[in-house]
């Protein structure tokens, strides 16, 4: 048995009484396919947010989207795709040729926010509450149980 081998290294530490477990990788697309990103799924937060700014983003009555440290995006293909609305280390990002809203550098950089509807695979951590209800289209009724918050909690 090779420690270099994946799967014996998995018998050894099973064996071993260790426990060991590979980050699971989401990956994520605009519209067109120019640009294509992986992320970590180990999202620190998920939200819907009804703020005046994501509605417009959006073009829709709320942004869901998961919150996760900026190291843990890699955008895979078509960097040089990406349009940014906003400075260096707070800006929103989107496909330049499909206008996909891909996510959010946010917190002086430190951040992302994934906007969920970009993700091709389904995240473990989904919306947890609805934000900013206070500034919600009042054309838009929220269904859910979720607790709602008329700013951040």
Not at 38 to 64: I, M
Not at 67 to 82: M, Q
Not at 107 to 121: E, Q, S, W
Request: hydrophobic fraction near 35%; proline fraction near 5%.
């Amino acid at each position: 048995m090779s420690c270099r081998n994946p799967a014996s290294l998995n018998f050894i530490l099973r064996r071993r009484n260790y426990t060991f477990a590979m980050a699971r990788i989401l990956t994520g697309r605009c519209l067109c396919e120019a640009v294509k990103f992986q992320v970590l799924d180990e999202f620190r937060y998920a939200l819907n947010c009804h703020c005046s700014q994501c509605r417009r983003a959006t073009g829709s009555a709320f942004k869901p989207f998961a919150g996760i440290e900026s190291a843990k995006l890699t955008v895979t293909d078509g960097s040089g795709n990406l349009l940014r609305y906003g400075d260096t280390n707070n800006h929103d990002a989107r496909c330049s040729i499909c206008g996909s809203y891909l996510y959010s550098l946010v917190r002086d950089g430190n951040y992302v926010h994934i906007n969920l509807g970009a993700l091709a695979d389904a995240p473990t951590l989904t919306p947890t509450a609805h934000i900013y209800v206070g500034s919600k289209a009042p054309w838009y009724d929220i269904t859910d149980s979720l607790p709602q918050h008329l700013e951040l909690p």
